[in-house]
């Protein structure tokens, strides 16, 4: 399923059991496994020189939180999930530096 304000580009190969959240975009040099799932607001394939025309390539049954950003040219394997959530908050003083 993928919801109505994700954007596929053509060429993107996603299979019928996939899910694609929200306002998700997928280029165009993006392979998703069966039983993928991309949360909202993500952001899959993005070019870079440094991928040489090799694809994103997701495999089965992962799962691609929220606002994520993966890059062409990286290859995620089956079941694969980001395990470790960090945050670097910085706070800011007028006056100091």
Same mark, same amino acid.
């Given at each position: &399923? #993928? *919801?109505?304000?994700? @954007?596929?580009?053509? $060429? !993107?190969? +996603? ?5 694609? /959240?929200?306002? %998700? &975009? #997928? *280029?165009?040099?993006? @392979?998703?496994?069966? $039983? !993928?799932? +991309? ?5 899959? /394939?993005?070019? %870079? ?9 997701? $495999? ?38």
């Amino acid at each position: &399923m #993928i *919801h109505p304000t994700a @954007q596929v580009e053509p $060429g !993107a190969q +996603i299979p019928d059991d996939a899910v694609v /959240g929200a306002f %998700t &975009m #997928i *280029h165009g040099n993006v @392979q998703l496994g069966h $039983g !993928a799932t +991309i949360q909202s607001h993500c952001s899959l /394939g993005e070019p %870079t020189p440094l991928a040489a025309g090799r694809p994103l390539v997701i $495999g089965e049954a992962a799962l691609i939180r929220s606002h994520s950003v993966l890059y062409e040219g990286s290859t995620y394997g089956p079941t694969w999930r980001p395990v470790i959530m960090s945050a670097f908050v910085r706070a800011y003083e007028r006056g100091r530096t």
